[in-house]
């Protein structure tokens, strides 16, 4: 079974090289680490935990884990690896005093795993969302490794594929000792794919415990005073969105300025920074088209002079999202007027903002259940392409005019984040059964 999956794995980045080579800015940086060729790791006695982070969503969930983890297990050294390059800035940017190396994640050879674990020694390997690399696994726990999922999650669409490959999927679940699970529908569906029951626990999402950081806080103020983010005009976040939802919220922005009393002001964050250059033409070119009636004012955060209260911003950086969310008014969560299934909520609701998404949210199902449960976001329905602008105008124009309608769904949402924390503490109690068993 591992021998094939090889050769479908080589097989595969033999296709996927020419991307490699082409798009050198999303996929070089740490491309010899991938291939395991890591700077070498001086052991000094302690035993070490890999803890693997994927992209930016898990390296901003791990925040209250790692810190945890430095506290419960302080024998312990910390190897942090992303997938990612934005996974990686990120996890350099609030990790560098806390881990005693991050790296990119290996690809999933056997010389390149091989390489990685002969470097760093894992005892323990920590894998944040159901994060599988098979061969990875196989080999970390012919070395002795434990290895557990933490916070574990894993969609619909996610277990009918492992279903068609459940005989190798099953072999590869026995290799983990511990499965902690955001859930029990994800739970379950691990099960159902060959995840012992024995192993599988609900320890709840990390994301629920993600609080305010002194760096988080710094940041908020400096992007208020920067762009002139106050009170004076209310702010709306489209947060991590994809094409085409950028467009959808330009149409829906414009169109509620007419309309507005007091005139909003936009920021957008695309979801992938591969994006950015893209997404600031069309905020150019969408100022002069003839359907627009509002000829707003547009700046890039990383522009070197910025325009004094700009109507529109687009966030073009890396890990500075979760530090507008404080000044936001209105956040719409992108992935979810197109079928990718949403992006996390949590972050803005740990902001007490008033949250709008669209219909296709099963990345995070459980949670947006649980916020439109408590009246904490609004959702709006599955539409058509030529009705989601419509929506959105309607949707953003409503709570611009009602104040106190923004600050109940704020406050419902802050609200449910505290009934849910308590992820972390669990998950540190099981990870000490098995560390320590």
């Not at 690399?133 to 996610?158: C, H, M, Q, T, Y």
């Not at 992006?343 to 649980?370: C, M, R, W, Y």
Request: proline fraction near 5%; hydrophobic fraction near 45%; aromatic fraction near 8%.
């Amino acid at each position: 079974m591992y021998f094939l999956y090889s050769i479908l794995l080589a097989t595969g980045f033999l296709v996927m090289l020419p991307a490699f080579l082409l798009r050198r800015e999303k996929y070089a940086a740490g491309f010899k680490q991938r291939l395991g060729s890591y700077p070498e790791f001086e052991h000094d006695g302690r035993k070490v935990i890999w803890l693997h982070c994927v992209s930016v969503g898990e390296t901003n969930a791990a925040r209250p884990l790692v810190d945890q983890l430095k506290n419960a297990f302080p024998e312990h050294r910390l190897v942090i690896s992303t997938t990612t390059r934005t996974g990686q800035e990120l996890a350099h940017n609030i990790f560098k005093d806390k881990a005693a190396a991050i790296v990119y994640f290996p690809f999933d050879f056997k010389f390149a795993v091989r390489r990685a674990l002969e470097n760093f020694k894992p005892s323990v390997v920590l894998l944040m969302e159901t994060e599988i690399w098979p061969r990875f696994v196989r080999e970390a726990k012919a070395d002795g490794a434990k290895i557990a999922i933490v916070n574990g999650r894993l969609s619909e669409r996610s277990v009918s594929r492992y279903k068609r490959i459940r005989a190798f999927i099953s072999r590869v679940l026995q290799d983990i000792d511990l499965a902690l699970m955001q859930g029990s529908n994800d739970a379950n569906r691990l099960i159902s794919v060959g995840m012992p029951s024995a192993k599988t626990i609900v320890t709840g999402n990390l994301k629920f415990d993600v609080g305010t950081t002194e760096v988080d806080a710094a940041t908020t103020e400096y992007l208020r005073e920067r762009f002139g983010l106050d009170d004076s005009r209310p702010l709306i976040v489209a947060a991590s969105t994809h094409e085409p939802e950028e467009r959808w919220l330009l149409e829906a922005y414009c169109s509620a300025v007419i309309e507005a009393t007091d005139v909003p002001r936009l920021i957008i964050a695309p979801r992938h920074p591969e994006r950015f250059n893209s997404v600031a033409k069309l905020i150019d070119q969408f100022r002069d088209d003839p359907a627009n009636e509002w000829p707003y004012t547009f700046i890039r955060r990383s522009e070197i002079d910025p325009i004094p209260n700009a109507d529109v911003i687009l966030l073009d950086s890396i890990g500075e999202l979760r530090s507008v969310y404080p000044l936001a008014d209105i956040v719409f969560v992108g992935g979810s007027l197109i079928p990718h299934g949403g992006q996390s909520i949590l972050e803005p609701a740990a902001a007490g903002t008033a949250i709008v998404t669209g219909h296709f949210t099963h990345n995070f199902s459980a949670a947006v259940d649980a916020f439109r449960d408590s009246d904490a976001l609004i959702q709006l329905p599955q539409l058509g392409p030529d009705q989601i602008v419509d929506e959105l105008f309607l949707q953003i124009s409503e709570l611009l005019e009602n104040r106190d309608r923004r600050i109940e769904l704020g406050q419902n949402a802050a609200a449910v984040m505290k009934a849910n924390r308590g992820a972390t503490a669990t998950t540190i109690a099981e990870l000490r059964k098995l560390i320590s068993g």
